[in-house]
């Protein structure tokens, strides 16, 4: 390798450059929502995130921070730091909302690591839009994303937060199973994943090439498994009372045998006594 390329990748691995990343550019039809979802390094857990706008990053102004405030008017924010994502929600955009955002990871005594969003908000249809970012799924199911794109759309990827894209008509993502459907003369592409686990639980995008769009998906346990559980938890509850009312029934018996026996031998003295009067 170039010494001079590696003395450069030696200096943006030092500085962080890339320690937190997102989307680059996601278009927002007005009076619609966003869900940004940013993803940063393990060593970042426990600082602040916090979401700033200006173009100039130096001079950005904080909107919301994952201490406070969490909310500002149509912002809000949310740390998950399980997941190293934080999320930054953006309720009935406005035109005058389009901007350059980034999203920020404070680290005191020293520059904070952060990335920039180009949020655009349009009066018509988005170039490229998802009917909805949230996606529920259960366990060993199927789901279904369509990405419905423009003109300026080039190359069409479906990608795993922090991790690779899937083009073409199929392949593998983190070892899920994908298959890709693009129907370009209605300029939809349809994603398609097979037998979801719990951790395929998480963030994914549509990128046209020149913008992406995020959705989340988040797989639960099968309604089958739930009820199993109610069921075991019934069965559980119904043994500890069953066992709970044999020790007392037992303990009943065991006392009013001892009581019977003790008023037999008071019985037995009395009549002996009696006896003895008689
Ligand atoms: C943000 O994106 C819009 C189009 O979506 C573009 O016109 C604008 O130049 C971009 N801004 C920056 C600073 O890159």
């Not at 952060?114 to 998802?130: I, K, W």
């Not at 994943?193 to 395929?200: A, P």
């Amino acid at each position: 390798m170039d010494p001079l390329m590696l003395l450069f990748l030696l200096i943006a691995g030092l500085t962080g450059a890339d320690s937190v990343s997102s989307v680059r550019r996601v278009t927002v039809q007005s009076g619609g929502s966003v869900t940004i979802p940013c993803l940063y390094e393990d060593r970042h857990k426990d600082h602040v995130k916090y979401w700033c706008r200006g173009i100039d990053w130096r001079s950005c102004t904080t909107i919301v921070r994952t201490d406070s405030p969490q909310k500002k008017d149509d912002v809000s924010i949310r740390d998950d730091p399980d997941q190293r994502v934080f999320t930054v929600t953006m309720n009935n955009l406005k035109i005058e909302n389009d901007d350059i955002y980034w999203c920020s990871v404070e680290i005191s005594g020293d520059f904070d690591d952060g990335v920039s969003v180009n949020l655009s908000v349009s009066d018509g249809s988005p170039e490229l839009s998802v009917d909805k970012q949230e996606v529920n799924a259960l366990e060993g199911d199927s789901i279904g994303v369509q990405c419905r794109y423009g003109d300026r759309s080039s190359e069409m990827k479906w990608c795993k937060i922090g991790g690779s894209c899937v083009s073409g008509n199929s392949g593998r993502l983190d070892g899920r199973p994908v298959e890709i459907r693009d129907d370009k003369v209605n300029k939809v592409f349809s994603v398609t994943m097979w037998g979801l686990e719990r951790k395929d639980t998480g963030w994914y995008w549509c990128n046209d090439g020149y913008q992406q769009i995020p959705v989340h998906i988040t797989v639960n346990q099968p309604r089958s498994n739930r009820w199993e559980q109610v069921l075991d938890a019934v069965l559980k509850a119904g043994t500890g009372v069953f066992y709970l009312s044999c020790t007392i029934i037992a303990l009943q018996l065991h006392w009013s045998s001892c009581r019977k026996r003790g008023s037999n031998q008071r019985e037995e003295e009395g009549g002996a006594n009696t006896n003895h009067g008689s």
